[in-house]
């Protein structure tokens, strides 16, 4: 498998400034293309605004495909859930072998460590957005 893939959404164009363009895709499940999808509770759809990169002149209404590399995606797991359940873990390992607190204090203190590291993610917010980079072509 190649890891420099791209995953595609298409969406609409819902307001543009010519470099950016706001974009509203409909994110389906990944079994919406199974034929028992109807009986099945998990094939949801959501709708999503986004902003993307324009990569030709687009106008409002157009119908665009949003584009972001496979390894930004891999990367967003990885800050998103990954690293956080991370984070719990070794503080509730640490805290229960290294001191005598209760269970309660240490899951309240390991949920202050997944707090800190939110709110760490949210300091370097404009710093992580320039790495993930959403783009967007026409349909035609």
């Avoid at 959404?9 to 974009?23: P, Y």
């Avoid at 002149?57 to 967003?76: H, Y």
């Avoid at 805290?95 to 939110?118: K, P, Q, R």
Wanted: glycine share 4%; with cysteine; net charge negative.
């Amino acid at each position: 498998m190649v890891m420099d893939e791209l995953i595609r959404h298409e969406g609409i164009v819902l307001s543009t400034d010519g470099k950016t363009a706001h974009v509203e895709i409909v994110q389906t499940s990944a079994c919406s293309a199974c034929k028992a999808r109807s009986m099945c509770m998990s094939s949801e759809s959501q709708q999503k605004e986004m902003d993307v990169v324009c990569l030709e002149p687009m106008k409002v209404g157009d119908r665009v495909e949003v584009e972001v590399r496979e390894r930004l995606a891999w990367k967003a797991v990885l800050l998103a859930y990954i690293l956080p359940f991370i984070v719990m873990l070794g503080t509730i390992v640490l805290l229960d072998f290294a001191t005598e607190w209760s269970e309660a204090v240490v899951g309240t203190l390991s949920l202050c460590g997944i707090a800190l590291y939110y709110i760490g993610l949210s300091v370097f917010k404009h710093r992580l957005q320039k790495q993930f980079n959403f783009t967007a072509r026409k349909l035609d």
